[in-house]
């Protein structure tokens, strides 16, 4: 994960600003996918300081107006900062007061925009933000899944994964995806996933949150843990037919 | 006259050149690349024995080198190694370990144990501080049961009841964490690693192609080469490269007869001697 310094700076007379910009606290991976009745998002509670695992119960997910779910790992602070843009965003919208409200692929849009204009200024937000959400459109109710990341990269998926979760739990994700899951397949697909994630990425810790959206409205689950395994007779006593071994 | 007799390197690296080369770097001289194996292999224990894994793409940089390569080398009849990190030092040290272990057969007359060629295998690669880049999973049956371990270049092991090295490494991972439970029986344990494979082979750039598989057990040793072949050619003309007359169009045909502009005069004078 690309934590070198991102540098920029303006020597303007005697005055020097530096971008220059490293992540401090940080989430890990979200995971999310589109189940049958909208999208569903998952990730841990936690958020690390460095090597440290500071904040031990981060609301990493939250929802964005009436039709989406935002997740975010990365700088922690600067998804804060985030989630105050989109709140300008919805409050200007729903001032309009006309009837219409910002569906997910307009605050993807909007998203996007953002994180690309501050990459260019070399002073990105240091985030990978998860956008999901349904909304009705012409055809019905259009499932929206996507994601952005701190250079402006964005696309949309049936299954996204940001950090670590690109390379444990993508794999997962393509080969037992499929159309049109219920809510119960796309919660256990899901917690396949965060399994694999604790036990193989250091920063995540074993309190996890899911959040799904509908066109009933977003929810939010209370945090839980899920149960590990680490019962295997090769785990006791390793070294004892090769001394020396772990 | 007191006779200097130099005697032979008694092995391992020579420095003498570092110095040369260094100052040649320091002028601009770019110093050719190492081929690797950008790589996914995998190992796990099953009920009887162990099975192992492997891609088989070599990569050199951004281009694949060789399409169909072995990564799973043969150590003893009853132990194979499957190996990630620079080519050439995967093929070397499991070479060196294998003729090491032929001999030890040798003078022992017992079949080979995996702690050995682990032991060899760790000690070598730590004399070299991680400079001989072999990511090794080592795997085999002796008298003393089923044995997996994974060998780091810098030489320290791990001894596990699965097992995954190399680029794709957390792909294959993904899919043990999530599918694996002890007692495998043989059917399960192939499928579980050709699955792991092929979570590398199709979400790993440095993994592809094919997918080799090796089981080991008790007496039986099976190299299941090229086990699944996920990536076929799919367009390939049934007719080949030939091209028969008529197949382009002729648009104008235009002669020109070769003319004879020398003369060659009979008789004159000889040559010159």
Same mark, same amino acid.
């Given at each position: 994960?690309?934590?070198?310094?991102?540098?920029?700076?303006?020597?303007?007379?005697?005055?020097?600003?530096?971008?220059?910009?490293?992540?401090?606290?940080?989430?890990?991976?979200?995971?999310?996918?589109?189940?049958?009745?909208?999208?569903?998002?998952?990730?841990?509670?936690?958020?690390?300081?460095?090597?440290?695992?500071?904040?031990?119960?981060?609301?990493?997910?939250?929802?964005?107006?009436?039709?989406?779910?935002?997740?975010?790992?990365?700088?922690?602070?600067?998804?804060?900062?985030?989630?105050?843009?989109?709140?300008?965003?919805?409050?200007?919208?729903?001032?309009?007061?006309?009837?219409?409200?910002?569906?997910?692929?307009?605050?993807?849009?909007?998203?996007?925009?953002?994180?690309?204009?501050?990459?260019?200024?070399?002073?990105?937000?240091?985030?990978?933000?998860?956008?999901?959400?349904?909304?009705?459109?012409?055809?019905?109710?259009?499932?929206?899944?996507?994601?952005?990341?701190?250079?402006?990269?964005?696309?949309?998926?049936?299954?996204?994964?940001?950090?670590?979760?690109?390379?444990?739990?993508?794999?997962?994700?393509?080969?037992?995806?499929?159309?049109?899951?219920?809510?119960?397949?796309?919660?256990?697909?899901?917690?396949?996933?965060?399994?694999?994630?604790?036990?193989?990425?250091?920063?995540?810790?074993?309190?996890?949150?899911?959040?799904?959206?509908?066109?009933?409205?977003?929810?939010?689950?209370?945090?839980?843990?899920?149960?590990?395994?680490?019962?295997?007779?090769?785990?006791?006593?390793?070294?004892?037919?090769?001394?020396?071994?772990? | 006259?007191?006779?200097?007799?130099?005697?032979?390197?008694?092995?391992?690296?020579?420095?003498?050149?570092?110095?040369?080369?260094?100052?040649?770097?320091?002028?601009?001289?770019?110093?050719?690349?190492?081929?690797?194996?950008?790589?996914?292999?995998?190992?796990?224990?099953?009920?009887?024995?162990?099975?192992?894994?492997?891609?088989?793409?070599?990569?050199?940089?951004?281009?694949?080198?060789?399409?169909?390569?072995?990564?799973?080398?043969?150590?003893?009849?009853?132990?194979?190694?499957?190996?990630?990190?620079?080519?050439?030092?995967?093929?070397?040290?499991?070479?060196?370990?294998?003729?090491?272990?032929?001999?030890?057969?040798?003078?022992?007359?017992?079949?080979?144990?995996?702690?050995?060629?682990?032991?060899?295998?760790?000690?070598?690669?730590?004399?070299?501080?991680?400079?001989?880049?072999?990511?090794?999973?080592?795997?085999?049956?002796?008298?003393?049961?089923?044995?997996?371990?994974?060998?780091?270049?810098?030489?320290?092991?791990?001894?596990?009841?699965?097992?995954?090295?190399?680029?794709?490494?957390?792909?294959?991972?993904?899919?043990?964490?999530?599918?694996?439970?002890?007692?495998?029986?043989?059917?399960?344990?192939?499928?579980?690693?050709?699955?792991?494979?092929?979570?590398?082979?199709?979400?790993?750039?440095?993994?592809?192609?094919?997918?080799?598989?090796?089981?080991? %057990? =008790? !007496?039986? @040793? #099976?190299? $299941?080469?090229?086990?699944?072949?996920?990536?076929?050619? +799919?367009?390939?003309?049934?007719? &080949?490269?030939?091209? %028969? =007359? !008529?197949? @382009? #169009?002729? $648009?104008?045909?235009?002669?020109?007869?070769?003319?004879? +502009?020398?003369?060659?005069?009979? &008789?004159?004078?000889?040559?010159?001697?």
């Amino acid at each position: 994960m690309g934590s070198h310094a991102e540098g920029g700076s303006q020597a303007a007379g005697g005055g020097q600003t530096q971008r220059t910009q490293y992540p401090y606290v940080t989430g890990t991976s979200v995971i999310a996918l589109k189940y049958k009745d909208g999208v569903i998002m998952a990730c841990d509670t936690g958020a690390s300081y460095g090597s440290t695992l500071r904040y031990k119960s981060v609301e990493r997910i939250k929802a964005v107006g009436k039709h989406s779910l935002i997740g975010a790992s990365g700088e922690f602070s600067d998804f804060q900062e985030i989630l105050r843009y989109l709140d300008e965003l919805t409050l200007s919208d729903h001032m309009w007061d006309d009837g219409n409200s910002l569906g997910p692929k307009e605050i993807h849009s909007y998203l996007t925009r953002v994180m690309y204009n501050r990459r260019n200024k070399f002073d990105p937000l240091w985030n990978s933000l998860v956008l999901g959400g349904v909304k009705k459109g012409p055809k019905g109710d259009e499932k929206y899944l996507g994601m952005v990341n701190m250079i402006g990269t964005h696309f949309e998926e049936n299954h996204i994964a940001t950090g670590f979760g690109n390379h444990l739990a993508i794999p997962i994700l393509r080969a037992e995806w499929h159309e049109d899951m219920t809510f119960e397949e796309a919660v256990k697909l899901v917690e396949k996933c965060l399994l694999v994630l604790l036990y193989r990425d250091r920063s995540s810790i074993n309190k996890f949150q899911i959040a799904k959206i509908t066109t009933e409205g977003s929810t939010i689950y209370p945090p839980y843990s899920l149960k590990t395994y680490w019962g295997f007779s090769h785990f006791e006593n390793p070294a004892q037919g090769a001394v020396g071994s772990w | 006259m007191t006779g200097s007799m130099d005697l032979p390197a008694k092995g391992g690296f020579s420095f003498e050149l570092c110095r040369r080369n260094d100052m040649l770097e320091k002028k601009g001289l770019k110093l050719p690349g190492f081929r690797k194996t950008g790589t996914t292999i995998v190992g796990l224990v099953f009920q009887d024995g162990v099975v192992l894994g492997a891609d088989t793409r070599a990569t050199e940089g951004p281009i694949v080198a060789d399409k169909n390569c072995e990564k799973i080398h043969f150590m003893a009849p009853n132990i194979y190694c499957c190996g990630a990190g620079t080519a050439a030092d995967t093929e070397a040290v499991t070479d060196m370990v294998s003729s090491q272990l032929q001999l030890h057969r040798y003078a022992t007359g017992r079949e080979s144990r995996v702690v050995t060629a682990l032991t060899l295998l760790k000690s070598h690669l730590f004399r070299y501080q991680g400079h001989v880049s072999a990511a090794l999973v080592l795997g085999g049956v002796d008298c003393t049961g089923p044995h997996l371990h994974t060998v780091y270049p810098h030489g320290s092991t791990d001894t596990l009841p699965f097992a995954t090295m190399g680029s794709g490494s957390l792909a294959a991972m993904s899919v043990f964490e999530s599918k694996y439970k002890e007692g495998l029986t043989r059917e399960e344990g192939i499928q579980l690693v050709a699955e792991a494979i092929c979570a590398g082979i199709f979400n790993d750039l440095g993994s592809g192609s094919n997918v080799d598989v090796c089981v080991i %057990t =008790k !007496g039986k @040793t #099976e190299y $299941l080469r090229n086990h699944q072949l996920p990536n076929p050619r +799919t367009y390939v003309s049934s007719k &080949g490269y030939s091209f %028969t =007359k !008529g197949q @382009t #169009e002729v $648009l104008s045909t235009k002669i020109t007869q070769l003319k004879q +502009t020398a003369e060659v005069a009979e &008789g004159g004078d000889a040559m010159e001697e």
